[in-house]
């Protein structure tokens, strides 16, 4: 098993900011919320530094996950406590901190799991009435089982490329968001 932190420095409108990330194995399940099931998989916290000023700061996680054992290719990953949500966001706020922690009741013997998570803010002109996304940076992590073994992998940057390759998936699940091409 193999575990990471990753920083990635950022900035946006003129103010520098950071990102945290981490992946680690979930050998304590308990200390996460999760069953006991959960031990072995994967988890990653991702917090964020940022001279959040006013309006114009309020950042969001949009996450895609693509779980080979589901079949359906990368598919956006909400925050399930809150059921269906309007907006493409699993974290939002200022500074907001990303978690997740997968797992499965099932005992896998083959599986791959991939994330990416990407940092937006809220479009170029947040308060013009537009629902408009702007990713920041991203990053991927997951894990492989083989076996029944588990292997943890990420935090890794992601490229502008991967985000825009999520584009047009983004806008047909929510068709009142504009996704601005590249990183800003």
Same mark, same amino acid.
Do not use: K
């Given at each position: ?23 680690? +194995?979930?050998?304590? @399940?308990?200390? =996460?919320?999760?069953? @006991?099931? %959960? ?6 916290? %991702? ?9 114009? *700061?309020?950042?969001?996680? +949009?996450? #895609? ?12 990953? @909400?925050? %399930? ?16 901190? #990303?978690? *997740?922690?997968?797992?499965? *009741? ?15 803010? =809220?479009?170029?002109?947040? #308060? ?7 990713? +920041? ?9 083989? /076996?029944? /073994? ?6 890794? #940057? ?27």
């Amino acid at each position: 098993m193999t575990a990471g932190r990753l920083s990635i420095p950022f900035e946006r409108d003129g103010a520098a900011g950071a990102v945290d990330a981490e992946v680690r +194995v979930n050998d304590d @399940p308990a200390s =996460l919320g999760c069953p @006991p099931c %959960a031990r072995g998989f994967a988890w990653c916290r %991702a917090t964020v530094q940022f001279d959040a000023r006013g309006y114009s *700061d309020p950042l969001g996680w +949009v996450q #895609l996950v693509d779980w080979e054992q589901m079949g359906e290719g990368f598919q956006i990953d @909400p925050f %399930a406590p809150l059921g269906r949500i309007s907006h493409p966001f699993c974290f939002f706020g200022w500074e907001p901190t #990303l978690f *997740d922690a997968p797992h499965t *009741d099932t005992p896998l013997q083959t599986s791959d799991f991939v994330a990416h998570s990407f940092l937006c803010g =809220l479009g170029p002109e947040p #308060l013009a009435g537009r629902f408009e996304a702007d990713a +920041v940076l991203g990053f991927s992590w997951g894990f492989r089982v083989r /076996e029944g /073994e588990f292997e943890i992998e990420g935090p890794a #940057l992601l490229a502008p490329e991967d985000w825009d390759r999520h584009r047009d998936y983004l806008t047909a699940a929510h068709p009142g968001w504009t996704f601005i091409p590249g990183f800003t």
